[in-house]
């Protein structure tokens, strides 16, 4: 068994250790946030971490209602210059607690007088010891190149933060039931494995989504890309109606992720285009009408509440990868010319 694929299946285990280890530190943040007028959050993070920021600004937004703005680290580290961040939450996100620009972007933020929070999965590293609060992934070491578990602990970590500050106790007790219902994903294994058989052979594809699994659509992409050197390009459904869809020939390609709730109808309507121009069509839904329409179906939890599903989705992004770069012949732990930790300035 692969690093990569033996890492995907411990995240029960990381998801209920990540809760217990941060949830009073959860709780002393909100508490510190509701104590200064926090009118904006920044999130500053690098590629995989990218994308649970992203999911990140998401949840905020549609609990909170706040803006949410994404760094550009550049703004610090190349051109030197300073932001006004004084009435702001600035979140910075690293797994291994060692990104340069990132950490810039805090010390900035604090020098500024905001309230800064990091998230790292190594308690001693700069980005740890940089913030006003760290927040632990506590997912053990990662050995995979391919980021799996310490992806969905920071998700699951931003999550908790926000349905601790919104008192969503509808939103907890969904989130505390993910680590083991991620095990009705699991026992689907074996026919995700077959299912993925049959993409042996591609060189491209496009992946979609809208929303809140917009980022899970950015993140599989890259899974897909680094371990099995497909051309793999994301969009947001709404996005790719426009100038995207005419690269779309018969044949092309497209994962879609398609929950149910308040993106389906839109999702439906594009996996209907997708048909009408005969591209190959794979749907990652759990929602039986649009999963009867796809070439290739992968089947998730139901969940009650839209912010949920991307910590199922995001699991089978990870297998469809980690399965496609096997049967491609290669090794999902150390694609080339690739390094497990990547410092940018």
């Not at 508490?31 to 990218?50: L, P």
């Not at 999965?121 to 190149?145: F, I, R, T």
């Given at each position: 068994?692969?690093?990569?694929?033996?890492?995907?299946?411990?995240?029960?285990?990381?998801?209920?250790r990540?809760?217990?280890?941060n949830?009073d530190?959860?709780?002393?943040?909100?508490?510190?946030?509701?104590?200064?007028?926090?009118?904006?959050?920044?999130?500053?993070?690098?590629?995989?971490?990218?994308?649970?920021?992203?999911?990140?600004?998401?949840?905020i937004?549609?609990?909170?209602?706040?803006?949410?703005?994404?760094?550009?680290?550049?703004?610090y580290?190349?051109?030197?210059?300073?932001?006004?961040?004084?009435?702001?939450?600035?979140?910075?996100?690293?797994?291994?607690?060692?990104?340069?620009d990132?950490?810039?972007?805090?010390?900035?933020?604090?020098?500024?007088?905001?309230?800064?929070?990091?998230?790292?999965?190594?308690?001693?590293?700069?980005?740890?010891?940089?913030?006003?609060?760290?927040?632990?992934?506590?997912?053990?070491?990662?050995k995979?190149?391919?980021?799996?578990?310490?992806?969905?602990?920071?998700?699951?970590?931003?999550?908790?933060?926000?349905?601790?500050?919104?008192?969503n106790?509808?939103?907890?007790?969904?989130?505390?039931?993910?680590?083991?219902?991620?095990?009705?994903?699991?026992?689907?294994?074996?026919?995700?494995?077959?299912?993925?058989?049959?993409?042996?052979?591609?060189?491209?594809?496009?992946?979609?989504?809208?929303?809140?699994?917009?980022?899970?659509?950015?993140e599989?992409?890259?899974?897909?890309?680094?371990?099995?050197?497909?051309?793999?390009?994301?969009?947001?459904?709404?996005?790719?109606?426009?100038?995207?869809?005419?690269?779309?020939?018969?044949?092309?390609?497209?994962?879609?992720y398609?929950?149910?709730?308040?993106?389906?109808?839109?999702?439906?309507d594009?996996?209907?285009?997708?048909?009408?121009?005969?591209?190959?069509?794979?749907?990652?839904?759990?929602?039986?009408?649009?999963?009867?329409?796809?070439?290739?179906?992968f089947?998730?939890?139901?969940?009650?509440n839209?912010?949920?599903?991307?910590?199922?989705?995001?699991?089978?992004?990870?297998?469809?990868?980690?399965?496609?770069s096997?049967?491609?012949?290669?090794?999902?732990?150390?694609?080339?010319?690739?390094?497990?930790?990547?410092?940018?300035?």
């Amino acid at each position: 068994m692969t690093e990569m694929l033996k890492e995907i299946l411990e995240q029960p285990e990381v998801l209920k250790r990540c809760y217990d280890t941060n949830r009073d530190n959860i709780k002393n943040i909100v508490k510190k946030i509701k104590e200064h007028n926090i009118s904006s959050v920044i999130i500053a993070a690098r590629g995989t971490s990218d994308h649970a920021g992203i999911y990140g600004k998401y949840i905020i937004e549609c609990e909170l209602g706040l803006p949410v703005s994404l760094a550009s680290p550049s703004v610090y580290t190349v051109y030197h210059q300073k932001v006004q961040l004084e009435n702001s939450l600035v979140i910075g996100i690293s797994q291994s607690g060692k990104a340069a620009d990132v950490l810039e972007v805090l010390k900035c933020a604090r020098e500024s007088g905001a309230v800064t929070v990091s998230i790292t999965n190594d308690e001693a590293s700069p980005l740890a010891q940089g913030a006003d609060v760290h927040l632990y992934c506590d997912a053990g070491v990662e050995k995979s190149v391919a980021a799996t578990k310490t992806c969905s602990s920071e998700m699951y970590i931003l999550a908790q933060m926000v349905a601790e500050w919104s008192n969503n106790k509808d939103l907890k007790n969904e989130l505390l039931q993910i680590p083991d219902r991620l095990s009705e994903v699991f026992n689907e294994m074996d026919a995700i494995s077959d299912k993925v058989e049959r993409y042996r052979f591609i060189n491209e594809c496009f992946v979609l989504a809208r929303g809140i699994n917009y980022p899970v659509a950015m993140e599989a992409a890259l899974k897909i890309q680094e371990t099995a050197y497909v051309r793999a390009k994301a969009y947001a459904t709404s996005d790719f109606y426009h100038g995207p869809f005419a690269m779309i020939e018969k044949d092309m390609p497209v994962i879609i992720y398609a929950p149910n709730g308040p993106t389906l109808k839109d999702t439906l309507d594009m996996v209907e285009k997708l048909k009408k121009n005969e591209a190959e069509v794979i749907v990652i839904s759990n929602n039986e009408e649009i999963l009867e329409m796809g070439d290739s179906s992968f089947v998730i939890p139901q969940t009650s509440n839209d912010l949920v599903s991307p910590f199922y989705n995001v699991v089978i992004a990870q297998l469809f990868a980690c399965n496609l770069s096997l049967i491609k012949g290669l090794n999902p732990d150390k694609p080339r010319s690739l390094n497990k930790v990547t410092i940018t300035k």
